[in-house]
């Protein structure tokens, strides 16, 4: 039976994409067939698409992914759908379940359905969300909470995270705002007015000022994006705080 998939035919800019027809694929026994209702197009999703991989991790993802040409045929790292079969020793699922699910290098969201171990990052949705909104947590969300959890997050605290307008630094700032936090969201000027309105208490356009140079320490100082000067970012946090890097 065939299902229709965007297919990554070689590595370059997004035209190496093409919509197909391929084989759906069959579950193995410990794997669930997911019918995914939506997917993300994450930055790691094209940056793996053009081969954009920093030099120290450029030959083990290249053997990891194909080296002349992509060995994996489908991109999409995160997804949600419902669950359409489950293999025989799968026990935590069954046919109908709505679920969102982390794909990690084994990829496969861009396509009608999905098969994935049964013991990866897979979650029943949440009643009250969206398949699109279910589906942007695997990445951004899990590596927000990780990265928070790293900081031992405390109501109170003073948090400044830098990048704050990608996939895991606006979860970064509706968590930290959750905790009970008080946030400053570092990022360009056109993102600014959007951290506001999800909860930022304070915003700063990095083109235009150096939040080391503020004066201000933080309990946490989280750089998403890993841009920051390290050196400079650690004198503007507190004697007892955390400084986290998500892409070092």
């Known amino acids: 039976m065939l299902m229709k998939a965007i297919v990554w035919t070689k590595y370059g800019p997004p035209d190496v994409l093409q919509l197909r027809e391929v084989e759906k694929p069959v579950p193995k026994d410990n794997e669930v067939l997911i019918r995914v209702k939506a997917a993300t197009v994450t930055a790691g999703d094209c940056e793996l698409r053009r081969f954009d991989i920093t030099?120290?991790?450029?030959?083990?993802?290249?053997?990891?992914?194909?080296?002349?040409?992509?060995?994996?045929?489908?991109?999409?790292?995160?997804?949600?759908?419902?669950?359409?079969?489950?293999?025989?020793?799968?026990?935590?699922?069954?046919?109908?379940?709505?679920?969102?699910?982390?794909?990690?290098?084994?990829?496969?969201?861009?396509?009608e359905y999905a098969c994935l171990p049964g013991k990866y990052p897979i979650e029943i949705k949440p009643a009250n969300m969206s398949?699109?909104?279910?589906?942007?947590?695997?990445?951004?969300?899990?590596?927000?909470?990780?990265?928070?959890?790293?900081?031992?997050?405390?109501?109170?605290?003073?948090?400044?995270?830098?990048?704050?307008?990608?996939?895991?630094?606006?979860?970064?700032?509706?968590?930290?705002?959750?905790?009970?936090?008080?946030?400053?969201?570092?990022?360009?000027?056109?993102?600014?007015?959007?951290?506001?309105?999800?909860?930022?208490?304070?915003?700063?356009?990095?083109?235009q000022e150096d939040f080391t140079k503020n004066g201000e320490t933080y309990d946490i100082v989280f750089d998403v994006v890993g841009k920051s000067s390290f050196l400079r970012g650690i004198k503007s946090l507190k004697e007892t705080g955390f400084y986290l890097v998500a892409n070092p």
């Open 55 to 111: 030099i120290m991790l450029w030959l083990l993802v290249r053997i990891m992914v194909g080296i002349r040409k992509p060995r994996i045929k489908i991109l999409g790292q995160e997804m949600a759908g419902e669950i359409e079969s489950v293999g025989k020793n799968v026990t935590q699922f069954k046919k109908g379940d709505p679920v969102f699910a982390a794909a990690v290098m084994r990829l496969g969201a861009y396509a």
């Open 131 to 207: 398949y699109e909104e279910a589906a942007t947590i695997p990445t951004g969300g899990l590596n927000a909470l990780h990265f928070l959890r790293k900081g031992n997050i405390q109501s109170g605290q003073k948090v400044l995270i830098y990048g704050a307008g990608g996939s895991i630094g606006t979860f970064d700032v509706q968590l930290a705002r959750y905790f009970g936090a008080e946030v400053t969201a570092v990022d360009s000027k056109d993102k600014l007015e959007m951290l506001l309105s999800i909860g930022a208490d304070h915003v700063i356009d990095y083109t």
